[in-house]
């Protein structure tokens, strides 16, 4: 059997890379920043398949580059990179991460919703900078109850799950609003199923983890800012464009919310002239959520037993579209165009 081509686009576990090279040739893009859309095109000529993250576009021009591809393994659950109708009408099978990563960006959600509620960014910032001249004032420095407050999940994944489950140590009340209701998870973890508008006027902490999608591109914009309450703090680890961040930097600048937290930005990196950098009332982290060695680990060998299952034909682990297996008459992963 003539030797399969992979592509990684960024550098990974040394581990998961050792798994792919048993079971093919492999390239390694040896940069910290990723290949452009024309580089990637390049890579993407000769290979049958590739690993990529949420930087590289995965769009009917990078498949049009790559007449021999079978799969894309995704080193992350978020696929709005990638063209996944796309891949699915081209027999291409997409893997991604699922799972491996939950925890870990739960509980990022809490250490931002914490630090956002307590302050600790902008208390950090002022010792630094040599303000702490007044030892304690009973006036000074006050921040929102964590406990015993409610919080509103809204998109209930894995990652909202956990995010729930991480709550209940706090004894907040849990309101969730998900495409699909869970009868079952209400009753387990004491969740209340609630419309969008309700969720937003009564949490006091909204945390979003739905995926990016065109139904959810700016999901929370002016008209849903201004339904949360005045003391309210949004968290944001999903993606950047879910939240229309102009209408953010006046509802933090303007006080219609207290603050904000996100691990993600629209566009990513942020501009370091972004208004909303100037702004004490909000937490920002560079898009971290799943970064602990443990689940980068996982992820990455995740990703890489994907890529191998693929290129074996065997059935991926976590596949986004698995419909691909069910089709009559098409091999999966044979990368033939069906037009
Ligand atoms: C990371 O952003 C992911 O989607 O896993």
């Given at each position: 059997m003539a030797t399969s081509h992979v592509f990684v686009t960024r550098q990974i576990f040394p581990e998961a890379l050792d798994m792919i090279a048993k079971e093919a040739e492999l390239e390694v893009w040896p940069d910290e920043y990723p290949p452009t859309p024309e580089q990637l095109r390049k890579k993407l000529a000769s290979v049958d398949a590739?690993?990529?993250?949420v930087m590289d576009r995965m769009d009917r021009a990078a498949m049009d580059a790559a007449p021999r591809l079978k799969i894309i393994s995704q080193l992350a659950v978020g696929l709005d990179n990638v063209d996944v109708a796309e891949a699915t009408r081209r027999g291409i099978l997409?893997?991604?991460?699922?799972?491996?990563?939950?925890?870990?960006?739960?509980?990022?959600?809490f250490a931002l919703l914490m630090a956002a509620a307590r302050r600790v960014s902008e208390g950090d910032r002022w010792v630094r900078n040599g303000q702490w001249q007044l030892a304690f004032h009973p006036m000074r420095w006050l921040g929102m109850d964590v406990h015993d407050a409610t919080l509103g999940i809204v998109g209930l994944g894995q990652i909202g799950l956990e995010v729930a489950k991480r709550a209940r140590g706090f004894?907040?009340?849990l309101l969730y609003h998900?495409?699909?209701?869970?009868?079952?998870?209400?009753?387990?973890y004491g969740l209340k199923y609630a419309e969008l508008p309700a969720l937003l006027a009564t949490s006091d902490f909204v945390s979003?983890?739905?995926?990016l999608t065109p139904q959810t591109r700016?999901?929370?914009?002016?008209?849903?800012?201004?339904?949360?309450?005045?003391n309210a703090i949004l968290i944001n680890v999903s993606r950047g464009p879910v939240v229309d961040s102009k209408a953010l930097y006046t509802a933090l600048s303007e006080g219609w919310i207290r603050g904000a937290a996100l691990d993600v930005t629209d566009p990513e990196p942020i501009l370091a002239?972004?208004?909303l950098l100037k702004l004490d009332n909000l937490v920002i982290t560079p898009h971290v959520g799943s970064a602990t060695v443990a689940s980068r680990r996982a992820t990455c060998l995740l990703a890489a037993r994907n890529l191998v299952a693929?290129?074996?034909g065997q059935r991926l682990e976590s596949c986004a579209n698995p419909e691909l297996y069910q089709t009559r008459g098409s091999q999966p992963g044979s990368g033939t165009a069906q037009e």
């Open positions: 590739v690993l990529t993250t997409v893997g991604h991460t699922p799972g491996v990563l939950a925890k870990a960006t739960a509980d990022l959600t004894d907040m009340t998900s495409r699909t209701r869970s009868p079952q998870v209400e009753n387990q979003l983890h739905v995926p700016h999901y929370i914009g002016q008209r849903e800012l201004r339904m949360m309450k005045p002239d972004d208004p693929g290129l074996k």
